[in-house]
């Protein structure tokens, strides 16, 4: 392999310009070329490359978003788009990709590489942290770092005026975002997708606290909450409890940027390096990833198909220390 | 005056702690003695009353929120309420306020003074940065560094996706946050109560920008902006221009939390200390306040009636910023 | 057993209050009462000790340093004072302690069991994270975030004057402090105690760089460096290449305070939440940690005699990332 | 004027990135053209100049640093340097000069523009805020936001250890980023150059509070003080209170990077407007400030040779303040 090329793709997520940092260095330091596609699948049927060398991703470890750009591609469903992009690749003389996503990524770049047969080792950039074959996705430690901080703010004036704040942070499938929002956040309450707690269990939970006289209180909701988003909750809490003063925050988009924290980096240098070295081992629809500290190789077929559970022993934990 | 007191009143804002802690020193520094309120006029009426020394004020400079509480109080409205209030005080031996809050309390505190002979001088303490009689409120500068912190998030993504972030920040009436959040955030566009731009003159912006091939956009909106919040602007842009990729975001009540910044240290500090001086000097029903960097003195009747107007210029810088 | 204590002991972590905060929680949870010991053992041995319920450890989870203080105690070293300490904890019907700190921490707590049958459980509380025993320290990961963002401060002025700054990190021991501040600060050397790299090597490398006309580096040093502290260093480097300007900053104490990290306040929870439980299993002698995700109580003779080992790999991650 | 140039001079400052953006883009809108010229005056006279358009500043108001980079110039002292200097512009023909720093640079501007006419308006650039013609200069406020940051940190573990630390921030003639680093950051001494505190006031201070058995302190030092650095005041310290457990912590270069804070994105918006607007009005040898909110232009000659004083209230405040 003399040239690969690295994208990333799906929503962004802080620590991707460290991990495509990681992948242009390594590149270079096993003496192959690299290239960046802009914009995912778009800018890869488009032929949007950029030679891309040691100094190009001098001072970028540090930034959020990703300067590669990201964006959706609906052609690239298509076979047509594929072929496109297939021979955009052959022209510029790329033979192998690293993708840093997740798994509506890794779904494309598989079935690149059956009809193509260009060989892609995916490096899991997500917030989300739901993806199976790794403990953390690129992102997520900075994204529940941000939401935190922002739940601090939220705490002071909280208590300042005995208020109860519904806060919704991400996590479109999953509580990996929220639950250490709750416990770190010294919230009351988390509703997650995994447990479906009903609206009317937080009514009974925030009633009985209430009894006891505690006047401020932190609902942690994660967004994709069968039991509506904290708006809702919100509106039948506060129709049960009308002397409840309650209040809702959507952290919403800043979770997705600012600089990556120092796990994210580590972790997406680690996966960067072990993107490009699985390429040039002959590795193809894998995604590098840690898991017990240990770097992982895991089948596309395994991240997209099986799920990583999340820990019970957290919702326990968020019982025990709002006694 | 041998005993004075000191309460929050209204929304919360950074600060208000650093200004207690300024107001008790003065006092302890002056020898006379001083007492917490909690919960603004809510807890004068009800005699919540907290003897405070230098001890009880260490350690809390850099804290969010009020450590006397806030809460809005019906009952000081009325005749009645006035009273109760008035005899707690005499009760407790307290011959003068210091008021940290905004209009509505200064509103409460000439009435309670013109009835009842209590003097109060007030502190400017709220985040909107709408009170005639000072520069700068406690608070604002904060509020202003956290908003900008969140759009910088903001525009990782916004930049990463190509899309047109509707960012909507305090001020119910007046644009004192937003200006800075614009120019300060790189914002193409900002929307302000007091110049009341219209959608349409939006729209045509985002789409001379647009078919210059700009791609990415912050538009910074201001809660109190009559055309619409956030989400009604944006929604509207959407439908004139569907290709734009639009998101929404509300900053929301972090803009109230978090430790206060430098200049907010500082300020509350000054006016804490000139409050305390204010009510040994006689004064009464006057506002503390920073104008020029000189301290000066403003009656409630001024800080009420008279409006505090935002300079123009900033409306021209964030024309020439975004060319 | 009724009855236990909690206390600090050592160099203060971001994290401790959570640690001391989900201890007392859990122990109200299971229905056992709580104290806290100002000052570790000093406070022991002086009988200072405080009642705590849930309340009390309200709105700690996110405040630095320990709210029960730290000291050292000669006296403790002492079998006298130990004795006394005793009396104190059977006065008080104290049945079982939980440390948080490091080995100095557990040593004396070994000894203390050895001679009067006092059980404690350890929490690894130090930013160090050279405990064998737990795959992270609580405050590790808020030591090396503060770390980062002075090194990204740094690397600012470092770029804009192409300056050469050594910059010094804690770390008496270990390199573990260093390694994620020079991966995730973009540094180009890393100096560590474990690995001895010459102050000789370390010139030829900046020479080497400096001829391929790079201009601005940075070199990290962890503090316990044999070569020598980061003036130390610097001195000699000038002294080689005298056109380099360098420059040197020690973070220095400043690691050691402020909010902890998402992940710290997740750590202490869960281990402050072991450690009780631990004790109430009939345990003793152990220290509670994280390995793999997994929870583990290991004897206090392994994480005194026991090394936990840096990951060799992780120097090869700064070679490749410097390229 | 058809063409004009920009450059940083002298130490860096967060804000001045968003300075040359604001110049860049004033003179854009205005219709004229704009060069960079890297590295201050050295690259003026190499002829290191880049063509700037409203592009090439996208994305750096948020940015410390600065992307001219800077650099002393030994050269441009001479005659025969600001010849070549000369020659450059005239070859590039560049008719104006914005110049972003201190008095170092205005005083060679001043020089530049008797012998060969060239106009320059200079920006205050510069964190330590001592330049007579302006209330701020830019990079000031969020100096002071930095030292800040780390002095809470700091008080964490002074408070935890019952320790006193001598912090000594920048500020090597004035005391402007020490008095409210002391102010905000709780601080109980602060020594700076403008009333020369001596240390034996400094240990009679710290005597009388250990007796009244306060326990933790913290002693802001101002780089430039002339009793010594922090290293030397905390010796004497320590000698004559041997119980005192003293440390000291340098907080150093990070004061100069980072993101600039709101205030100093205005500040230097405005300013930066201001010097492209002032050329265009013919102006020369001045510097363009902001004093009392206004719009103030400054002759060299008087930012050079005058003195802006320090408020003296602000050392009663202190003292006030630490009761």
């Known amino acids: 392999m003399k040239r690969i090329a690295v994208f990333t793709s799906g929503g962004d997520a802080p620590g991707m310009n460290a991990c495509i940092r990681a992948v242009v260095r390594t590149a270079v330091y096993h003496g192959i070329e690299v290239y960046g596609i802009m914009r995912g699948y778009s800018g890869m049927i488009k032929g949007e490359f950029v030679r891309l060398d040691s100094a190009s991703v001098a001072n970028t470890i540090q930034k959020g978003g990703t300067i590669l750009k990201s964006a959706r591609s609906q052609k690239f469903m298509t076979k047509e788009g594929r072929q496109q992009a297939f021979d955009q690749l052959v022209n510029n003389g790329i033979e192998g990709l690293v993708a840093i996503g997740g798994n509506g990524t890794f779904t494309g770049a598989t079935l690149f590489e059956q009809e193509f047969g260009i060989p892609t080792v995916g490096a899991p950039g997500t917030i989300d942290n739901d993806l199976f074959g ?17 739940i601090d703010k939220i705490r002071d004036t909280a208590d300042s005026h005995d208020r109860c704040f519904f806060v919704e942070v991400m996590g479109r499938d999953s509580g990996y975002i929220a639950i250490p929002c709750a416990i770190g ?14 609206t009317e269990a937080v009514i009974d939970s925030l009633q009985n606290s209430w009894r ?5 209180f932190i609902v942690v909701v994660a967004e994709g909450e069968e039991e509506g988003n904290a708006h809702t909750v919100a509106q039948r809490v506060k129709e049960a409890i009308p002397e409840l003063d309650t209040r809702v925050t959507i952290i919403g988009h800043i979770q997705r940027g600012g600089a990556p924290s120092a796990a994210d980096r580590m972790l997406a240098s680690q996966i960067g390096i072990a993107a490009v070295e699985g390429l040039l081992n002959g590795m193809r629809n894998v995604m590098a990833g840690i898991v017990d500290r240990k770097l992982v190789y895991t089948p596309f077929s395994d991240t997209i198909n099986k799920k990583k559970l999340i820990n019970q022993s957290f919702m326990r934990m968020v019982e025990i220390l709002s006694v």
Request: glycine share 8%; no cysteine.
């Open 134 to 150: 790794t403990d953390y996705t690129i992102g997520y430690d900075t994204a529940v770092n941000t939401a935190l901080e922002a």
């Open 185 to 198: 956040g010294g919230a009351e309450i988390v509703m997650i997708p995994e447990t479906q707690m009903s």
């Open 212 to 216: 006891r006289s505690k006047t401020s």
